[in-house]
């Protein structure tokens, strides 16, 4: 889908966030279920024991059968939780299939933090990350906290890099031509959307 080019990043975030929060609850579930299709028997999740995923927010689309089929399937999983303080860090934590959830300081839920069941990004084999919009390049255009970009920071560091693997999840709708990259944006190595791999 086109947007026009000449929009800042935050009139291009609004733009975004208010389509996909456009989408009826029809069109999130079925959005839901043709991404777990698209990614469920590929590689990247089969191969992946320790999975970061996220909890839809803001009409973002919702990974949860794939939280729900790692579960079966024995994996690992883990959940960004923002720390009280530097009100600037996340950590990725593993939750289990029915525990307790509460909302953070966005109304997201999170798990309690438990820092024995945290796990460095670094040794995580998949991250599944939301984003507000995207390119076929591998750009990703975040609700604008950059929680996910600090705690990535140590990839623009590295030439040759093979974990996590980074794929970030999107309506269709979430995709524009071109995104311009600031200095500190982690690329993506792929986007999968209910539609489509980029």
Not at 39 to 51: D, K, M, N
Not at 164 to 191: F, I, K, N, Y
Request: contains cysteine; hydrophobic residues 40%; positive net charge.
């Amino acid at each position: 889908m086109t947007t026009p080019a000449t929009l800042s990043r935050p009139q291009l975030r609004r733009v975004l966030r208010q389509r996909r929060r456009a989408l009826s609850r029809s069109q999130q579930r079925l959005a839901a279920r043709n991404l777990y299709r698209q990614l469920a028997q590929s590689p990247q999740f089969r191969r992946a024991r320790h999975i970061a995923l996220y909890l839809p927010n803001d009409g973002e689309i919702d990974p949860r059968p794939l939280l729900a089929a790692a579960h079966k399937r024995g994996k690992h999983t883990y959940l960004p939780v923002l720390s009280a303080w530097p009100r600037t860090k996340m950590v990725f934590q593993r939750v289990s299939q029915h525990e307790k959830l509460a909302s953070n300081r966005f109304r997201i839920l999170e798990p309690r933090t438990q820092p024995k069941r945290q796990r460095k990004v670094w040794a995580l084999d998949l991250v599944l990350l939301p984003l507000v919009g995207f390119d076929d390049r591998g750009g990703r255009l975040g609700m604008g906290g950059g929680f996910y970009d600090r705690s990535l920071a140590y990839l623009r560091m590295r030439k040759n890099w093979h974990m996590p693997t980074l794929l970030g999840l999107a309506h269709e709708c979430q995709r524009v031509e071109e995104l311009a990259m600031a200095s500190w944006d982690v690329p993506l190595q792929a986007t999968v959307t209910d539609k489509a791999w980029y």
